[in-house]
C-alpha cells in the first residue's frame, strides 16, 4: 500500500510554498530477487596451465594460471602459482586481485577473500545486483580447489504498469462541503519506490485575488482567494490497469499569497475560514 511521506500545510499560501506530496509504496515488488553466490574453496596450490572457466549472461572468460615469476601480459585473464615467499593467506589476496583485474568480472561481481588459513583459503564471487543474468557458472581444471555454492541469481519481480495516483478535490463554494475532483496525476515510482507530485500550479490555478471590501458583509466575494481541498491516493498497475484506492489526505486550505487583510471587526472571513 501507498504511505505518505511529505504533504501540503494544513494551511499554506500558493506562489510561497510548493505543494509537494512524496508518496512510498511497499507493493511495487513483488519479489526482491537474490544474488548468486560462488566460494573457490583453494585447499592447496594450483599448478601451472590450470584454468578458470566463468559463464554469466553473454560472457565467457576463462583465466589460465601462469608461474608466479612470469611477465605478465595484462589480459585480465591470468592468475599467479603460489610462490612459497608469500603465505596462502597472501597468495588468496593475489588470486583475489588477478580476478578483479578482468573488467567483466569485477564490474558484474564483488570478489573477496571470505577466509583464508595456512593452506586453505575460499574466495567469495557474489553478484552485484540481483538477476538471473547473474547465475554464474565455474569450470575448471584445478584439482586441489573444490566449489561452494550459494543461491543462484533471481530477478526482482515488479508488477507491470505500475503507478502512483494523486487526485486533487477542490470544494466548489465556500463551506459548501461539496467537493469536486479537478486533477488526477499519474507517476512510475523512483529506485526507491517513490514517486514525487508538485501540484502548486494546479492549485492555484483555482485561486484568483478576489478580494472583498473593508468589512464586506458579502463572503461569497472572497471566495477564490481561499481553497479548501484534499487529495486522494492510489496505485494502479496490471494490463489494463487497476486503480485502488488506498487514502485520503485531512482537508487542507490554500490561501492567495501577497494580500493583507484588516481583522477589525473579529470574526471576519479570513478568520472563518481558516479556523473552521
Same mark, same amino acid.
Given at each position: 500500500m501507498l504511505s505518505i511521506q511529505t504533504e501540503p500545510a494544513a494551511v499554506s499560501p500558493a506562489k510561497k510554498n510548493?505543494? &509537494? *506530496?512524496?508518496?512510498?509504496?511497499?507493493n511495487y515488488i513483488t519479489d526482491p530477487g537474490n544474488k548468486c553466490y560462488i566460494g573457490l574453496v583453494f585447499s592447496g596450490d594450483p599448478v601451472v596451465g590450470d584454468t578458470l572457466r566463468f559463464v554469466w549472461s553473454t560472457y565467457d572468460i576463462t583465466f589460465t594460471?601462469?608461474?608466479?615469476?612470469?611477465t605478465p601480459d595484462y589480459s585480465g585473464l591470468q592468475i599467479f602459482t603460489h610462490s612459497l615467499i608469500i603465505s596462502f593467506?597472501?597468495?588468496?589476496?593475489?588470486?583475489?586481485?588477478?580476478?578483479?583485474?578482468?573488467?567483466?568480472?569485477?564490474?558484474?561481481?564483488?570478489?573477496?577473500?571470505?577466509?583464508?588459513?595456512v593452506s586453505s583459503a575460499t574466495i567469495a564471487i557474489e553478484a552485484r545486483e540481483t538477476g538471473?543474468?547473474? &547465475? *554464474?557458472?565455474?569450470?575448471?581444471s584445478v584439482s586441489n580447489m573444490a566449489l561452494a555454492y550459494g543461491p543462484s541469481g533471481g530477478n526482482t519481480i515488479v508488477r507491470d504498469n505500475f503507478k502512483a495516483n494523486v487526485f486533487l478535490h477542490i470544494e466548489d463554494d465556500f463551506n459548501s462541503g461539496v467537493f469536486i475532483k479537478v486533477i488526477e496525476k499519474e507517476s512510475p515510482?523512483?529506485?526507491n519506490n517513490q514517486a514525487t507530485f508538485l501540484l502548486e500550479e494546479e492549485l492555484e490555478s483555482y485561486l484568483a485575488p478576489d478580494v472583498p471590501a473593508f468589512n464586506q458583509a458579502v463572503i461569497s466575494r472572497a471566495s477564490n482567494v481561499f481553497k479548501r481541498y484534499y487529495f486522494s491516493y492510489a496505485e494502479s498497475y496490471g494490463i489494463p490497469a487497476e486503480v485502488q484506492y488506498v487514502a485520503e489526505s485531512s482537508i487542507k486550505k490554500a490561501v492567495l499569497a501577497g494580500y493583507a487583510f484588516n481583522k477589525f471587526p473579529e470574526n471576519t472571513f479570513l478568520e472563518d475560514y481558516i479556523t473552521n
Amino acid at each position: 500500500m501507498l504511505s505518505i511521506q511529505t504533504e501540503p500545510a494544513a494551511v499554506s499560501p500558493a506562489k510561497k510554498n510548493p505543494v &509537494a *506530496l512524496k508518496l512510498q509504496t511497499d507493493n511495487y515488488i513483488t519479489d526482491p530477487g537474490n544474488k548468486c553466490y560462488i566460494g573457490l574453496v583453494f585447499s592447496g596450490d594450483p599448478v601451472v596451465g590450470d584454468t578458470l572457466r566463468f559463464v554469466w549472461s553473454t560472457y565467457d572468460i576463462t583465466f589460465t594460471f601462469i608461474d608466479y615469476a612470469d611477465t605478465p601480459d595484462y589480459s585480465g585473464l591470468q592468475i599467479f602459482t603460489h610462490s612459497l615467499i608469500i603465505s596462502f593467506a597472501q597468495y588468496a589476496e593475489q588470486v583475489a586481485a588477478n580476478l578483479r583485474s578482468n573488467y567483466l568480472l569485477n564490474r558484474d561481481f564483488k570478489i573477496n577473500v571470505a577466509a583464508s588459513g595456512v593452506s586453505s583459503a575460499t574466495i567469495a564471487i557474489e553478484a552485484r545486483e540481483t538477476g538471473e543474468v547473474y &547465475a *554464474l557458472t565455474v569450470d575448471d581444471s584445478v584439482s586441489n580447489m573444490a566449489l561452494a555454492y550459494g543461491p543462484s541469481g533471481g530477478n526482482t519481480i515488479v508488477r507491470d504498469n505500475f503507478k502512483a495516483n494523486v487526485f486533487l478535490h477542490i470544494e466548489d463554494d465556500f463551506n459548501s462541503g461539496v467537493f469536486i475532483k479537478v486533477i488526477e496525476k499519474e507517476s512510475p515510482v523512483d529506485t526507491n519506490n517513490q514517486a514525487t507530485f508538485l501540484l502548486e500550479e494546479e492549485l492555484e490555478s483555482y485561486l484568483a485575488p478576489d478580494v472583498p471590501a473593508f468589512n464586506q458583509a458579502v463572503i461569497s466575494r472572497a471566495s477564490n482567494v481561499f481553497k479548501r481541498y484534499y487529495f486522494s491516493y492510489a496505485e494502479s498497475y496490471g494490463i489494463p490497469a487497476e486503480v485502488q484506492y488506498v487514502a485520503e489526505s485531512s482537508i487542507k486550505k490554500a490561501v492567495l499569497a501577497g494580500y493583507a487583510f484588516n481583522k477589525f471587526p473579529e470574526n471576519t472571513f479570513l478568520e472563518d475560514y481558516i479556523t473552521n
